[in-house]
């Protein structure tokens, strides 16, 4: 069950500063509190409270219940200057854990199986330090704490509650904690890192009635399993085989009886692409197959299309930006990912759609301690020595980015 196909690297740990190497067993102790709360999307009072509670012990300024439960933080630099926004998910997932660790989740089948619990350490432990070294950096470092990024998306409405103005953000960063890459590495692009995510629910009605006597019936199964195969195709004949997409039916629910022609059928799925010109194009070549089928059979249909998160994408200075300074830290060119991508999804989209910025990958698997089940899983867990890389790698990017 274990997701890394790369080598665990040698962790040469001595980039990491020792004020952050001295904050290391207390970014491990508010991660593992995190991780004993989990709380599902815009429930994340006990997190945001944490978050809060925090802040207010060292002394920095922030405003809570920021579209539901999101926290926003400013720390300033000891000279005015650019704005930067440090972005960090705070919520968990709907899993049972079956990690028997004593730090293991107490909330009854949720569970923090994405590492966000991580994040909001990572980003806890950067305010932590920045506001001890404001000398170190000119500028405002501004953190998004935000709920709901498993869905149904909590970036989108902090936005458009303003977390972006007062101060204006010139630019935006964040990581996740990623099981595909060992620790020791940072996957990292310009462009694309992860995929556009859409989500479809398409019931066919078609007629039911006897198994025996298929004249009189419209065969719903029959029809939406030729939707399924035809759709297969908007991949393989209809997008530019230079551009990836994913085209993919999750679930097919229909009939009842071995001898009964069902009446109708339903398909989910999800729908994945880069290409932010490719917007628009799968939902109307899926409405087309679908529309075109069902007419030929006599069936109708009714799709349900939800454009859920567009892709990620970073723009170039800021990636060549967190690039240098992920080499600086991890030491080895080795350690650096540089076409790291995937299709899976993430709502930092719509920060990085209104500033530019860079979203990147936290290498944090550790094959020699058992640490390496995918994300999502009920027994994933990462090493905690990717907490104090995070804050190091985000504390060099502030000051380079705001150069005091
Ligand atoms: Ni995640």
Not at 95 to 118: F, L, T
């Amino acid at each position: 069950m274990v997701s890394t196909s790369l080598p665990a690297l040698n962790v040469n740990l001595s980039r990491i500063r020792t004020a952050i190497q001295a904050l290391q067993p207390q970014l491990v102790e508010w991660r593992r509190v995190l991780h004993q709360r989990p709380e599902l999307g815009f429930q994340e009072e006990l997190t945001a409270g944490f978050v809060a509670q925090k802040l207010r012990e060292w002394g920095i300024p922030h405003q809570t219940g920021i579209a539901q439960t999101g926290v926003v933080a400013t720390v300033t630099g000891s000279q005015p200057g650019p704005v930067l926004a440090i972005r960090a998910d705070m919520d968990a997932l709907p899993i049972q854990e079956e990690n028997e660790v004593p730090y293991r989740s107490q909330h009854p089948g949720k569970m923090h199986a994405c590492g966000h619990d991580g994040h909001t350490t990572i980003a806890l432990g950067t305010a932590y330090y920045l506001s001890q070294h404001p000398e170190r950096f000119a500028g405002t470092v501004k953190f998004i704490f935000q709920p709901a990024e498993e869905g149904p998306g909590g970036a989108e409405p902090m936005i458009r509650e303003g977390v972006l103005q007062n101060p204006q953000v010139d630019a935006v960063i964040g990581l996740h904690l990623w099981n595909n890459l060992p620790l020791g590495t940072v996957g990292i692009r310009e462009g694309a890192l992860m995929a556009a995510v859409e989500l479809f629910d398409c019931t066919i009605q078609g007629r039911g009635g006897h198994g025996a006597i298929p004249q009189q019936t419209i065969d719903a199964i029959v029809v939406a399993s030729q939707v399924v195969n035809a759709l297969q195709t908007i991949v393989s004949r209809n997008v530019d085989p230079l551009k990836a997409g994913v085209v993919t039916v999750g679930s097919f629910h229909a009939g009842h009886a071995n001898n009964v022609i069902a009446d109708t059928a339903r398909l989910t799925g999800t729908v994945r692409y880069f290409d932010p010109s490719l917007k628009g194009f799968f939902r109307e070549r899926m409405e087309q197959i679908i529309s075109g089928i069902c007419q030929s059979y006599g069936a109708t249909y009714h799709l349900d299309y939800d454009e859920f998160y567009p892709p990620v994408i970073n723009d170039r200075n800021i990636a060549n930006l967190v690039r240098s300074i992920a080499e600086e830290v991890i030491e080895t060119p080795i350690g650096i990912v540089p076409d790291c991508q995937t299709m899976g999804g993430e709502d930092m989209s719509y920060f990085l759609q209104e500033v530019p910025g860079c979203y990147f990958f936290l290498g944090a698997a550790n094959l020699s301690k058992g640490l390496a089940y995918p994300h999502h899983h009920p027994r994933f867990d990462f090493d905690e020595t990717a907490l104090g890389m995070g804050v190091e790698i985000f504390a060099r990017c502030v000051e380079k980015f705001c150069q005091a």
